[in-house]
C-alpha cells in the first residue's frame, strides 16, 4: 500500500507510537508532531488569502460597503487562531511569524490600492487597518 500524503503518513505513525507507548492522549502527540503547527499555518495563509481576496474584490464604495461583512468575519476568525497561536508552542509561534514577515508587505500594497479608489477608505479602514494590526501581531 502506497501513501501519497505525507500529513497522513505522520499522523498514522504519531498514533502507532502514541498506542504503543501508552500515550492516553493521541491528539498531544498529534501536536507534538507538528501537525497542529501545520494546520496553524495553513489556517495563518488561508486567511492572507482571504484578506487579499475581499480586498480584491472591491472596485468602488458599494463593493466597499459588501465587504464589510466579510471583513468583520475574518476578524472573528483570526481572534479564534491568534488564541490558539497564544498556546502553541515556540516553533509553531516563529512559523507564524515567518509566514506574517513575509505576507504582510504584500497587503500593504493591495490596501494602498484599495484606499486610493475614490469612496472606499472611509467605508473599510478601521476594519482593514485592525486586521492589518493583528496579523502584524503574530510577527
Known amino acids: 500500500m502506497k501513501i501519497r500524503n505525507n500529513g497522513v503518513a505522520v499522523f498514522v505513525v504519531v498514533l502507532l507510537v502514541a498506542a504503543l507507548s501508552g500515550c492516553s492522549s493521541a491528539n498531544k502527540a498529534v501536536e507534538e508532531s507538528?501537525?497542529?503547527g501545520l494546520d496553524l499555518s495553513?489556517?495563518?495563509?488561508?486567511?492572507?488569502?482571504d484578506f487579499s481576496k475581499i480586498l480584491g474584490s472591491i472596485t468602488d464604495g458599494g463593493s466597499a460597503e459588501k465587504a464589510?461583512?466579510?471583513?468583520?468575519?475574518?476578524?472573528?476568525?483570526?481572534?479564534?487562531?491568534?488564541k490558539a497561536a497564544g498556546d502553541?508552542?515556540?516553533?509553531?509561534?516563529?512559523?507564524l511569524s515567518d509566514i506574517a514577515t513575509s505576507q504582510i508587505p504584500g497587503l500593504k500594497e493591495i490596501t494602498?490600492?484599495?484606499y486610493?479608489?475614490?469612496?472606499?477608505?472611509?467605508?473599510?479602514?478601521?476594519q482593514v487597518?485592525?486586521?492589518l494590526a493583528k496579523f502584524a501581531g503574530f510577527k
Not at 42 to 49: A, I, K, N, T, Y
Not at 68 to 82: C, K, R
Not at 116 to 126: E, L, S, T, W
Open 129 to 131: 487597518d485592525g486586521l
Open 34 to 36: 507538528g501537525q497542529g
Open 42 to 49: 495553513q489556517q495563518l495563509m488561508g486567511s492572507f488569502g
Open 112 to 114: 494602498d490600492k484599495v
Open 68 to 82: 464589510v461583512p466579510q471583513l468583520n468575519s475574518l476578524n472573528v476568525d483570526l481572534d479564534d487562531l491568534a
Open 88 to 95: 502553541a508552542s515556540p516553533e509553531v509561534q516563529s512559523s
Open 116 to 126: 486610493a479608489i475614490p469612496g472606499v477608505k472611509p467605508v473599510v479602514k478601521p
